[in-house]
T-cell receptor
Framework: GAGVSQSPSNKVTEKGKDVELRCDPI?????LYWYRQSLGQGLEFLIY????????KSGLPSDRFSAERTGGSVSTLTIQRTQQEDSAVYLC???????????????FGPGTRLTVL | AQSVTQLGSHVSVSEGALVLLRCNYS??????LFWYVQYPNQGLQLLLK??????LVKGINGFEAEFKKSETSFHLTKPSAHMSDAAEYFC????????????FGTGTKLQVIP
């Protein structure tokens, strides 16, 4: 597709279960970002990928959170042993990337709304 | 380190009135500054950005913002609000070096009253 896609759009899970959230970036975009948007909060940075490597994972809130990216394309954010405070909208964005000294606009997906019961 | 402060989590304006959404930033290096808009149940969309050059930046849907270094501000304005402008607006800052990690503000919900 032409834009960033995320799946599922909604996920309801029980506390303690593991979940996987998927992001398909725009073709050709080497940079990929995950953010979390909680009610009443701004966008919280989670992790940044350049290609398949993650030079900045400083935003991951705990070791229950992990992410990977394969083939420089699709990324998966995994949350293990989910807690109620993990409930939020998880947004993915991609950009052309690279260290060209020019800003590369981030294009956002529609998000995955995660509800932990 | 960089940060963004958006004054007012909720702003209400009458249709046809001036829209002013405030944003102040902190950055240790020359910043790139952005405004994004998020319509209900959608992802974020870039409204406008300041990188270098002209400090008054025009964006989509009639919005504009002015970078004022002395005030560390990047307020978003629109002369006349439309009902379709009702959305949440996020100000963001990134550093001009490195991979441009973006830091977002907490957002301002704009309500337009008919």
């Amino acid at each position: 597709g032409a834009g960033v896609s995320q799946s599922p759009s909604n996920k309801v899970t029980e506390k303690g279960k593991d979940v996987e959230l998927r992001c398909d970036p725009i073709s050709g975009h080497t940079a990929l970002y995950w953010y979390r948007q909680s009610l009443g909060q701004g966008l919280e940075f989670l992790i940044y990928f350049q290609g398949n490597s993650a030079p900045d994972k400083s935003g991951l809130p705990s070791d229950r959170f992990s992410a990977e990216r394969t083939g420089g394309s699709v990324s998966t954010l995994t949350i293990q042993r989910t807690q109620q405070e993990d409930s939020a909208v998880y947004l993915c964005a991609s950009s052309l990337g690279g260290r060209r000294g020019l800003y590369n606009e981030q294009f956002f997906g529609p998000g995955t709304r995660l509800t932990v019961l | 380190a960089q940060s963004v402060t958006q004054l007012g989590s909720h702003v209400s304006v009458s249709e046809g009135a001036l829209v002013l959404l405030r944003c102040n930033y902190s950055s240790s290096v020359p910043p790139y500054l952005f405004w994004y808009v998020q319509y209900p149940n959608q992802g974020l969309q870039l409204l406008l950005k300041y990188t270098t050059g002209a400090t008054l930046v025009k964006g989509i849907n009639g919005f504009e913002a002015e970078f004022k270094k002395s005030e560390t501000s990047f307020h978003l304005t629109k002369p006349s609000a439309h009902m379709s402008d009702a959305a949440e607006y996020f100000c963001a800052v990134s550093s001009s070096g490195g991979y441009q990690k973006v830091t977002f503000g907490t957002g301002t919900k704009l309500q337009v009253i008919p």
